[in-house]
């Protein structure tokens, strides 16, 4: 069976309130915390820094925390991260001067690196660098918020990415992001998908743990569990 994770975004989540939420979600079932840092300039809209994934880490959140960086520069921004408790740091190549040293950066400091698809970026980002990732992430979504409709046509460029993966030969995760609920995460997941963030679909229901049993649910109908 393939190991699915469901990744809730905290963009959604109640920010007076953000260890408890995120305890909240963990609690509900969810296997890793999704960070998103915009910084108004790469992406128009403004989130959190590093402090704040800092401040998760001595509230006492273990959980692997996976940082989507909408940042532009990048490479300042990963140590910062990486000493403040990310486990995961992806980022957008368009924003990086270097992507090739912004993914050694990543794993020089113990992270998994990530390589973020925005929905009109080409495959051709991955021809020299899928070799040395540990992930893909796909937005479904233009990035810098929440809230927003599923683009359909994503789905295939999930199933092309999917075959690059599997031609490679290497474990590399397959995350989505960007519209997913409970009503399109099989598809996500049938286009090859295996690691799914959600924000508004999660932190907007007064139950978490009954949105993610749904989303897990649907999972294990897919064909390929
Ligand atoms: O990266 C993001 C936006 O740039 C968010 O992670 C993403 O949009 C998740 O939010 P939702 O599930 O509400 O669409």
Excluded: W
């Amino acid at each position: 069976m393939q190991p699915y994770f469901i990744a809730p975004s905290i963009l959604s989540a109640d920010f007076a309130r953000l260890g408890e939420e995120v305890d909240a979600v963990l609690a509900a079932g969810a296997d890793v915390i999704h960070f998103d840092v915009m910084d108004n300039h790469y992406v128009p809209n403004l989130t959190f820094g590093p402090q704040v994934c800092q401040s998760l880490r001595d509230y006492g959140i273990t959980a692997d925390i996976d940082v989507h960086l909408m940042v532009k520069p990048v490479d300042s921004l990963i140590q910062m991260f990486a000493e403040a408790g990310a486990s995961m740091i992806s980022f957008h190549p368009e924003a990086s001067e270097h992507v090739d040293r912004s993914i050694q950066l990543i794993q020089s400091h113990g992270c998994k690196a990530g390589l973020v698809l925005n929905p009109a970026t080409p495959l051709t980002y991955l021809d020299y660098t899928l070799d040395k990732l540990d992930y893909v992430l796909v937005m479904s979504v233009n990035p810098g918020f929440g809230g927003q409709q599923f683009i359909p046509s994503t789905l295939d460029k999930l199933k092309q990415v999917r075959q690059r993966i599997e031609a490679s030969g290497r474990d590399i995760r397959l995350e989505v992001d960007g519209g997913i609920k409970v009503d399109n995460i099989r598809a996500a997941a049938e286009a090859g998908a295996d690691m799914f963030v959600a924000g508004s679909a999660i932190f907007n229901q007064t139950d978490y743990a009954q949105v993610i049993s749904q989303m897990r649910t649907e999972l294990n109908k897919t064909s390929l569990c």
